[in-house]
């Protein structure tokens, strides 16, 4: 159990499609994260959220939407996706800090195909 | 920038055998690293991480890591393979300690093969 959950597991959605991911932290994290990994390549940080701010955006599609209703929580609304978006989205938590060296918790992931 | 580089995409090892992962990192203060491990269809798993203090780390499932700041590097190993070792590992370093940048940057990952 690592603590942080991820909804669904799977998502098969269609170019026109609304939906989203759904993540929560029970570790009383202050920081949470979106993450893209598709094959072969690095993780792609894709959102950061501190304290329910969104500090970091790293050129993120406008098609991905994040939300922070509050720590525990961390929402991805997906629309118009296109069929490179398919890959295993993950989120993950940390207690950010300036003393640094807060080590990340990962959920399972959503593994999200979209046609 | 931080930046990780992990030279090996893919290593198989016989069931029994040691194991060593090869890490790289760039970073212009003192860094912090850590390795993960992600099983298929998983998320990731802390293995062990380094702050400060004894450059030898000892983590979970019998692996341990060395950090040489002469070779910036951050190898993993374990001196017995088991099947259930088979996954990919990841290689990370950050954030800084003078920042507020909590990030971190990831290496490519290795893949491990464990044969019988």
């Known amino acids: 159990e690592t603590g942080v959950t991820q909804t669904p597991r799977h998502l098969v959605m269609g170019m026109t499609n609304k939906k989203s991911l759904k993540c929560e932290q029970h570790?009383?994290?202050?920081?949470m994260y979106w993450y893209k990994q598709s094959a072969k390549k690095p993780l792609e940080l894709m959102f950061v959220y501190s304290l329910e701010e969104r500090v970091e955006n790293n050129s993120v599609p406008s098609r991905f939407s994040p939300e922070c209703p509050n720590s525990s929580h961390l929402f991805l609304h997906l629309h118009t996706l296109q069929p490179e978006d398919s890959a295993l989205y993950l989120c993950?938590?940390?207690?950010?800090?300036?003393?640094?060296?807060?080590?990340?918790?990962f959920g399972p992931g959503t593994r999200l195909t979209v046609l | 920038a931080q930046s990780v580089t992990q030279p090996d995409i893919h290593i198989t090892v016989s069931e029994g055998a040691s194991l060593e992962l090869r890490c790289n990192y760039s970073?212009?203060?003192?860094?912090?690293l850590f390795w993960y491990v992600q099983s298929p269809g998983q998320g990731l798993q802390l293995l062990l991480k380094?702050?400060?203090?004894?450059?030898l780390v000892q983590g979970i499932k019998g692996f341990e890591a060395e950090f040489k700041r002469s070779q910036s590097s951050f190898n993993l190993r374990k001196p017995s393979v088991h099947w259930s070792d088979a996954a990919e590992y990841f290689c990370a370093v950050g954030p800084n300690r003078r920042s507020n940048d909590y990030k971190l940057s990831f290496g490519a990952g290795t893949t491990v093969t464990v044969r019988a």
């Open positions: 380094y702050f400060s203090g004894d450059t």
């Open positions: 970073y212009g203060a003192t860094p912090y």
């Open positions: 570790l009383g994290h202050n920081a």
């Open positions: 993950a938590s940390s207690q950010a800090s300036t003393s640094g060296g807060n080590e990340q918790f």
